[in-house]
């Protein structure tokens, strides 16, 4: 059963527009949220997270949403740059436990 | 500052063989973590640490033991490789629990054939 859920596996958008990717959670339990990014050859870097007591956070062209009800997490990147193409994770924890659950990723291509 | 690096960064593998993963960080970081990528998977946690000294089970533990002697290094150990273990292992430290942000290494791809 997958806890967290990363429905698109790929997104392509044009260079200068918004990127949105989409990450769905099962657990009501989550109270924190990350987002990683992954290139090719690479171990994931950390970008954002967000804490079930906000609604956004927000750092540079990087904003994250989190919608509790809707069990719903998403990242906007604005500008998209060619530089962003990437491997993003989501992944999810519950407060006092050790585990992050991740999602299974998606892949953007951001078009010169 | 290298950060997070891992040794070897591939390895095939025949069933049965035993091999040990080293992960190294220089961040002077307390956590230290083992996960494993498959394809259509999320990161899975294998097990991680605490501190010099101290390990505990993760997600997915069987097959696998660990060890951290020293603060520094967090070894991934295979006793018996099965094809089963297949995939790409990831090391992580972090400063000190699992809210504050986790540094990955760039991976070893295993291959037991």
């Known amino acids: 059963d997958q806890q967290v859920k990363q429905n698109s596996p790929s997104l392509s958008v044009q260079e200068g527009r918004i990127s949105i990717l989409n990450c769905d959670y099962t657990n009501s339990m989550f109270d924190y949220f990350l987002w990683y990014k992954k290139y090719p050859a690479e171990g994931p870097t950390f970008l954002i997270s967000?804490?079930?007591?906000?609604d956004k956070n927000e750092d540079g062209r990087f904003t994250v949403f989190l919608n509790k009800s809707a069990k719903h997490l998403s990242l906007h990147i604005v500008p998209s740059q060619p530089g962003d193409s990437a491997v993003y994770f989501c992944?999810?924890?519950?407060?006092?436990?050790?585990?992050?659950?991740f999602g299974t990723g998606t892949r953007l291509k951001v078009l010169a | 500052n290298a950060g997070v690096t891992q040794t070897p960064k591939f390895r095939v593998l025949k069933t049965g063989q035993s091999m040990t993963l080293l992960c190294a960080q220089d961040m002077n970081h307390e956590y230290m973590y083992w996960y494993r990528q498959d394809p259509g998977m999320g990161l899975r946690l294998i097990h991680y640490?605490?501190?010099?000294?101290?390990?505990a089970k993760g997600e997915v533990p069987d097959g696998y033991n660990v060890s951290r002697l020293k603060k520094q290094n967090f070894l991934l150990g295979l006793e018996s490789a099965a094809p089963s273990q297949t995939s790409v292992y990831f090391c992580?430290?972090?400063?000190?629990?699992?809210?504050?942000?986790?540094?990955f290494g760039p991976g070893t791809r295993l291959t037991v054939l």
């Open positions: 967000i804490s079930s007591i906000k």
């Open positions: 640490s605490v501190g010099e000294g101290t390990t």
């Open positions: 992944a999810a924890r519950t407060s006092g436990t050790y585990k992050y659950i």
């Open positions: 992580a430290s972090s400063v000190q629990g699992f809210d504050n942000e986790q540094f």
